[in-house]
């Protein structure tokens, strides 16, 4: 009984091969696990312990166990594998190893290759990153997503089940390194692409404008001024800044990713008003506009009306000058004076100052004058300024007139007074006169022609038959008239003759008014 178990015990190899066996699967995709599994074949035999092995290389398992799996296979698990085992019979120790068996782990998908629609775009231009990959096909059915990066930052929303990536503007800090990465949807397998240099160029700027923008319009002092700097080409950041050629000072400045940058000055004052430029800058050389002239309008203020040049009392016969001026407001203005609302003149001041007129009064010029500015920003008007015109150019101031005319002429001072008694009386009695313009009369005296005549109103012929000797050169209600101091012939037929031929009368003026 003994011998016969030394026997069995001792028997060589061969009798008892592949008493131990490896199970495991020929081909797995990556992703999948490896289940490896070594059996003995007969049962009296008790495994102690147990190793596997890769192409002769033990793996790390604990060693008391049958069955191991390797998760996530990669293809570096490829290989031959294999497994030994302790066993115990009958007090004896034994070891043995199974055969080998070959693995193969499939690619699940290539790696991705990085794509780029552009290596070295413009700033402002769009690019599209693709991750070209795709499952094997007898793995078709098998889910990607992607995700891309840039110097080790995800770029995007993060993962995403499409391969590609439009990024809408480049600019120069998006320059760097490129890759993306592709996994299952199980998160069994992840790979990433090479990486990719992109390298985004600045375009300089050029074409610098700078113009007034809003309103439309002049520009009204208290209300609001943009200035409005652009550029026609240029990429990036661009620094905007604005300035006054009198100071050179910038009024304002401002950093931004576009073509164009408003200033705006909300309340502009006429100290505002100057030349200006703007200068634009993305980091090369800084590009400045062509100047712009700022011409700040304001309203003009109430104005003020004066009258000038009147003596204790306005009496009729005065002239008076009607003044009108606002202390501020942008030429041209335009002044109108009233009287009672009714206007009397527009007058224009191009630079600046006031307007006057001349008025010669007569008793119809009475009342309320007034006066307006306009520069076509608004109109105002001034305060109301009373006038009391009284008194008449009649017969107390002529009195003098005739007592003067009589030292002269004689008895033809009496007749001047006469008749300018008539004028002014007749005036007062309601009777038409210009505004403006008085009249004059000329007397002529031919007393010194002939010192025998007599002066004697009684016997002057029809004298309002006669004609004068001067026609009207100046204002149309001027009248010239001649009047003279004579001494009736006995033949009164030849009154007319000896008058018409007097020629060397002298001319005495006297202001009379036209009815």
């Known amino acids: 009984m003994l011998l016969w178990s030394l026997l069995v015990i001792f028997a060589p190899l061969s009798e008892e091969a592949d008493w131990l066996t490896l199970e495991a699967p020929s081909v797995v995709f990556e992703g999948d696990s490896i289940d490896l599994m070594c059996q003995k074949k007969k049962d009296w035999w008790k495994i102690q312990t147990v190793v596997y092995y890769r192409d002769g290389k033990q793996l790390q398992f604990p060693d008391k166990v049958s069955s191991v799996s390797i998760p996530r296979a990669a293809p570096r698990d490829s290989g031959q594998y294999s497994c030994s085992a302790t066993a115990r019979k009958y007090f004896l120790p034994r070891s043995k190893s199974s055969r080998s068996v070959g693995i193969e782990v499939l690619e699940l998908f290539p790696r991705p290759v990085l794509t780029v629609s552009s290596y070295r775009p413009t700033e402002g231009s769009p690019v599209t990153l693709t991750c070209e990959t795709r499952p094997s096909p007898q793995r078709s059915n098998v889910q990607l997503q992607f995700c891309f990066f840039r110097d080790g930052k995800a770029l995007g ?306 004298i309002e038959e006669l004609q004068p000797d001067y026609v009207n050169v100046g204002p149309i209600d001027v009248v010239y008239s001649q009047v003279w101091s004579i001494q009736p012939p006995e033949n009164s037929a030849n009154t007319r003759r000896m008058i018409l031929e007097n020629k060397d009368s002298h001319i005495i003026y006297s202001d009379v008014k036209e009815t």
Not at 180 to 192: D, F, I, N, S
Not at 251 to 256: A, E, I, M, S, Y
């Open 157 to 462: 929303s993060g993962w995403s089940s499409s391969p590609e990536l439009r990024v809408p503007a480049m600019w120069t800090e998006d320059s760097g390194s490129y890759w993306c990465q592709a996994e299952t949807a199980a998160l069994t397998v992840r790979k990433q692409s090479l990486q990719s240099q992109i390298h985004v160029q600045r375009v300089p700027v050029s074409n610098v404008s700078l113009e007034i923008w809003a309103p439309r319009g002049p520009v009204i002092e208290g209300g609001s001024l943009v200035l409005l700097c652009s550029v026609a080409k240029g990429t990036g950041n661009i620094t905007f800044s604005w300035h006054r050629e009198a100071t050179r000072a910038s009024v304002g400045r401002k950093t931004q990713r576009s073509l164009s940058a408003e200033l705006e000055v909300p309340a502009v004052q006429e100290g505002d008003a100057g030349r200006y430029y703007c200068r634009a800058d993305n980091g090369h050389d800084p590009v400045q506009s062509r100047l712009l002239s700022v011409r700040v309008r304001s309203p003009v203020s109430h104005p003020v009306l004066t009258l000038r040049e009147l003596g204790p009392q306005a009496m009729v016969g005065n002239v008076v000058e009607l003044h009108c001026e606002a202390q501020r407001g942008s030429p041209p203005i335009l002044y109108r004076f009233y009287h009672e609302n009714v206007t009397l003149v527009n007058i224009s001041v191009p630079s600046g100052g006031g307007a006057s007129f001349n008025l010669s009064l007569t008793a119809e010029h009475s009342g309320n004058y007034s006066c307006e500015a306009d520069n076509g920003l608004g109109a105002q008007r001034s305060e109301v300024v009373p006038l009391n015109v009284t008194g008449t150019i009649g017969c107390r101031r002529d009195h003098v007139t005739a007592r003067v005319l009589g030292t002269l002429c004689g008895g033809l001072g009496f007749i001047a007074a006469a008749l300018l008694c008539y004028y002014g009386s007749h005036k007062i009695a309601g009777g038409r006169s210009a505004p403006h313009a008085p009249s004059l009369l000329f007397l002529r005296d031919a007393s010194s022609a002939n010192p025998q005549e007599s002066t004697h109103a009684s016997s002057l012929p029809d």
